[in-house]
């Protein structure tokens, strides 16, 4: 067995410590899901209709990838479904042309 010096912090494996960064990502965007409006939630749901199930592989997808580096990290459920911000807004003006 190696001894380390009292004075230098423990050495976890790097995968460890992205194992934690997921779940505490993933722990914040639970914690938050209620916060979400309403009318994101229909628009999700229909999007995720109109695409046969598609969107739903695609956020199922999103969330593994939480924590996994900084521009996965999210403070919270409104910034995560932020992202599909720009898919609803471009189904909602193909819809009303």
């Given at each position: 067995m190696q001894r380390r010096n009292a004075a230098e912090p423990p050495q976890f494996p790097q995968s460890a410590l992205c194992e934690a960064a997921c779940y505490r990502a993933l722990e914040?965007?639970?914690?938050?899901?209620?916060?979400?409006?309403?009318?994101?939630?229909?628009?999700?749901?229909?999007?995720?209709?109109?695409?046969?199930?598609?969107?739903?592989?695609?956020?199922?997808?999103?969330?593994?990838?939480?924590?996994?580096?900084?521009?996965?990290?999210?403070?919270?459920?409104?910034?995560?479904?932020?992202?599909?911000r720009p898919v609803i807004d471009a189904a909602l003006r193909r819809r009303l042309q």
């Open positions: 914040r965007i639970a914690a938050t899901v209620d916060a979400v409006d309403y009318i994101t939630y229909a628009n999700l749901a229909n999007l995720n209709a109109a695409l046969r199930g598609g969107l739903l592989d695609l956020i199922e997808l999103q969330l593994k990838c939480v924590g996994a580096g900084p521009t996965l990290d999210f403070e919270d459920a409104a910034e995560f479904l932020a992202r599909f």
